[in-house]
T-cell receptor, first 114, second 118 residues
Framework: DAGITQSPRYKITETGRQVTLMCHQT?????MFWYRQDLGHGLRLIYY???????DKGEVPDGYVVSRSKTENFPLTLESATRSQTSVYFC?????????????FGDGTRLSIL | AQTVTQSQPEMSVQEAETVTLSCTYD???????LFWYKQPPSRQMILVIR??????QNATENRFSVNFQKAAKSFSLKISDSQLGDAAMYFC???????????????FGKGTKLSVKP
């Protein structure tokens, strides 16, 4: 089915470990985004990508790495996880550009770092 | 930089009644888009309604409508005939209307938690 999928849905890991969150979309949207959602902060942008091989920092990029070798995939890696990165992570995609095309969100990954 | 403010952390409404959620934003741009997203306990982010800043007519989607006041930089969401399934977090979001770069990024408010009483 067409859509945007995130995996895993839940993840528990330890501080210092590397963890990768996956995001896959089937619409061939140009833009993809990673957000984190924390109580009292709403959603904050971590990284975004305007096309394959083009990525840029958002509001809270420290401690995260992204790549986009293919249009449909946009993985997010925490190279050395810290407790402050415990959060719910959302991936989104959109056509971008000047239109009113909204962002479409995945179901989120709840990440707990012990 | 643009900011979005939702001044009501929590709201409550009786089933079948009407409730209005507030959102204000700050921008120096003249062309932009505004959105309301709903996040039920299932955690999904669901688009409720969207508004283009150059359109004076307020957007409507079934029981959901907005009151867009461009000069006041206000974008409130009205839910009519509230239903139990409307209980959720509601986020207001802003997006620039330009091309490329960061123009596709959404700027979110912190959300309003809506409870619906039976």
């Amino acid at each position: 089915d067409a859509g945007i999928t995130q995996s895993p849905r839940y993840k528990i890991t330890e501080t210092g470990r590397q963890v990768t969150l996956m995001c896959h979309q089937t619409w061939s949207h140009s833009y993809m985004f990673w957000y984190r959602q924390d109580l009292g902060h709403g959603l904050r942008l971590i990284y975004y990508s305007a096309a394959a091989d083009i990525t840029d920092k958002g509001e809270v990029p420290d401690g995260y790495v992204v790549s986009r070798s293919k249009t449909e995939n946009f993985p997010l890696t925490l190279e050395s996880a810290t407790r402050s990165q415990t959060s719910v992570y959302f991936c989104a995609s959109s056509e971008g550009g000047p239109g009113i095309e909204p962002q479409h969100f995945g179901d989120g990954t709840r990440l707990s770092i012990l | 930089a643009q900011t979005v403010t939702q001044s009501q952390p929590e709201m409550s409404v009786q089933e079948a009644e009407t409730v209005t959620l507030s959102c204000t934003y700050d921008t120096s741009e003249s062309d932009y888009y505004l959105f309301w997203y709903k996040q039920p306990p299932s955690r999904q982010m669901i688009l409720v309604i969207r508004q283009e800043a150059y359109k004076q007519q307020n957007a409507t989607e079934n029981r959901f409508s907005v009151n867009f006041q461009k000069a006041a930089k206000s974008f409130s969401l009205k839910i009519s005939d509230s239903q139990l399934g409307d209980a959720a977090m509601y986020f207001c979001a802003y997006r620039s209307a330009g091309y490329g770069g960061s123009q596709g990024n959404l700027i979110f408010g912190k959300g309003t938690k809506l409870s619906v009483k039976p």
